[in-house]
Structure formats: C-alpha cells, structure tokens
C-alpha cells in the first residue's frame, strides 16, 4: 500500500484567517461527512497545494462552533507559523489514516 493509499483527503480549502495570535484557521476543515472521524489536536496532516507542493504539519486546533448533528463543518487551525497567504484556496487537505478504527462504515473512504 502507497504513502497516498494509507491517506484520506478531508476536504479542499476554501476560505483561510489569519488568527491575531499567529496562525490561520482554514474551511471547511473537516466537513459533515467526516465527522465521525475522531480527529484530533496534534495529529498530522498534508497541506497538497494547488501548485503540487505539499505541505507536512500538524492540528493546532479544531473549532468547535456547536455540537449537534446537524453542525457545519469544523475549521482546522494551523500552527503560528503559517499565515493564510501560505495556503491558497483549492489546497486539499489530506490525513494519515493506517491504523485507525474510525473510519467510516470500516473502511477508507473513496475520494
């Protein structure tokens, strides 16, 4: 099994905020129909730019508008270094998924 294959692609970046602490939150982040993930603050994932450089790094956060099932999806915060102008919209973010149970109905989603 390839690197790619062992790697789900979240969702593609359409909007992105510069957070005044340092930072950006990007959206959707993680949409509705993978929110059975457990996805978690800390776990690593790609950044795959439109103009094919990827990007390795980590969950700074994770916001939490409401809980209910009907809630948007759930911006990802990234570490203070990145600023929005790093990640341009159409940039797909991708998570390693080899060795979880969470994934949905058991099996990798198709994408």
Known sequence: MTRTEMMTRLS???????????????TPGIPVDRKTLKIKVGETIELRRPDGHVIKTMIEGLMMVCRTPEAPPIPIALPKRFRKEDIPVGTEIWIEMEGRQDWPNGSPATD
């Open 12 to 26: 593609i970046v359409e909007e992105s905020f510069n957070l005044e602490t340092g930072g950006c939150f990007l």
